[in-house]
């Protein structure tokens, strides 16, 4: 061999212009390494599906003639990845690297050395080919620790790529954003309607096996089949299995929570995100198929595309430049000043909260929740009691199937904890009981009493909400978005104002008890 070619486990990406033609020169390696293992825990499901998608996108590869060398757990011991790529090129004398761009800053740094530590080796990195935004053109949009509004961006990518848009300026349907249109509470009647979700069956015994006996820490538990997709025709089924059933409800039931169905972890949320992630599929052919099912359906209305096209032109692009550009600034920012340590039930979901139990619950078992869960249900609780983010942060980059931290950091330090002062959210997503209550049904069965603040059977979130905002009341008084919610604080007399901090006070000091 003549060239070595790196392959992570989320690259894998078949239309890759590398597997354009074989070439008996060009050694592919992918790797189960356990430093990639290992620099958080990580759910069960998120590392057998990612080394099922790296044993399965080799075995495609060598399927259409291409040399790969695939290394278990077993072949990498302890080896880092630098030590992996050296060792390969010295046992088959090569003299040239080859890479595909990482996404995450801890991988890019690792390349950086290996450019640096090895003057015999020619290594050279190309683009990976995947997002729709050209990694060199990020500068001209974002700006390092700056406020940049995903809105901004997002139109702005709708005119350049021509998507969803009638002539060059027009947005179709005369309207950027149909948010408004895209916050409804399931009701009752609406459960019986959810589809079962498409859930794959893989056999993953032998992983299970290799995992454990290496010992690699895990948290949440798996079934003996796994229902994540790891190829790209289980992605390409998983999105046709969207816009035929989920697409109609998507927007509308977006923000939505329940837990009184089978399939209240999935609702009418794609769960692409792993296969998008690992670029078992591109962002390019989900917009497209899913603006071909609306074009073709009438029961999909401009609503729910445009909030699904949203989400994956508009905030998966955004958050990958904000994370560029402020990387690596931006894991060290905690503009709150948040200390407290992540409560023990973030890792068993024993809580009496059912809005917390229910999404922890859910994350345990199936290493998913869908954004409001992520965002309003765990991030609100950790920023409302001052959880250290550099914690928050391992939990949502662990337990979530499609957690990178390109993605997982801006979402989480960013958005829901606030952590960067405002770069990403135009005002902290705080929120009382009474967001819970108004959209999921959690509340209904819960210990606590969501109308209640200050009584010792009072929602926790009702006093901690009214402690953060007037504890950071002189950062957020003068937010426009924000800033009138002060009159209702202000209205209270002091006996009340006391007996809601009071509470709140008690709330934090008996944390691990809520
Ligand atoms: P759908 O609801 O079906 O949305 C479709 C697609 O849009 C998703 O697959 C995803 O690719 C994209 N998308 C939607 N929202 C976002 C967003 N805010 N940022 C980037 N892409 C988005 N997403 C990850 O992929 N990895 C993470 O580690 C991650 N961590 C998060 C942490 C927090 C605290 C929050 C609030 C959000 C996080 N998200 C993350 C974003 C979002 O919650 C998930 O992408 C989504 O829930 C995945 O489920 P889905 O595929 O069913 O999404």
Redesign the pocket.
Known sequence: YHTLRFILGDQLNAAHSWFKQQDQGVLYVIAELHPEATYVTHHIQKLCTFFLAMERFASALKENGHDVCYLTLDDTQNQSLEEVILSLAKQHNIDRIELQRPDEYRVLQQYHALITDTAKLTVSMVDSEHFLLPFHEIPDFFQAKHTVRMEHFYRKMRQRFNILMTGDREPEGGQWNYDNANRNKLKTKDLADIPAPLCFQHDVAHLLERIQRHEIPFLGKIDSRLLWPVTSQDALNLLDF?CKHLLPN?GRF?DAMTNQTPHSW?LY?????FA??AKLIS?KHVIKAAITAYQENDTIDIAQIEG?VR??LG??E??RGMYWINMPDYQEQNALQAQRNLPNYFWHGQTKMKCLASAIGQSLDYA????IQ??MV??NFCMLTEIEPQQVDEW??GI?V???EW??L???RG??QFADGGWIASKPYAASGSYMQKMSDYCSDCHYKVKEKTSEESCPLNSLYWRFMVKHRERLATNPRIGMIYGNWDKQNDAQKHAVLHRAEWCLKNIEAL
């Open positions: 969207f998507f977006q999935s949320h794609s769960r692409l995100s998008l992630n962002p699904f989400q994956i905030w998966r955004y958050v998913y929740a869908h954004h992520r965002l765990t991030g949502y980059l979530y499609d957690a990178l993605v997982e801006p979402n989480t958005m829901s």
